[in-house]
């Protein structure tokens, strides 16, 4: 089964949240358990942030989300979802293309992501 997970920083504190995307009243949210209370929190987050798991970890058994960058060979690569395709693309610096789907968890790494590493957006714009 498919586990369902998403990403986003919380507008407040910058700190990225894990857990549901929610959408209400035109906000931007992700749901998650507090872990003191046992209660579902819903924390405000930056839309611009969001992205979704996309069902593989890395070699480092790390999650790897929509926005984040990847080492897969000696190639730093941006994961996106292509919605011509419907399916998670990994896109090298002019526009070549790999799809995910064929590739072996044990050859990716996380670098970073697009958000938190100023220096990539360049790379990425």
């Known amino acids: ?21 929610v959408k209400e009243e035109g906000n931007n949210y992700i749901a998650h358990e507090n872990i003191e209370t046992h209660l579902t929190d819903y924390d405000l987050i930056d839309i611009n942030t969001l992205g979704q798991y996309i069902g593989i970890k890395d070699k480092h058994r790390k999650k790897i989300f929509e926005g984040d960058i990847v080492l897969i060979g000696n190639t730093e690569l941006k994961i996106c979802f292509d919605n011509s395709n419907l399916a998670y693309v990994a896109i090298r610096l002019y526009g ?7 590739l072996k968890d044990e050859a990716i790494e996380v670098l970073g992501n697009i958000y938190d590493n100023s220096d990539s957006v360049l790379v990425w714009g």
């Open 1 to 21: 089964m498919r586990e369902y997970e998403f990403r986003g920083k919380e507008i407040e504190t910058g700190e990225w949240l894990y857990g549901y995307y």
């Open 96 to 102: 070549s293309r790999c799809c995910l789907g064929i």
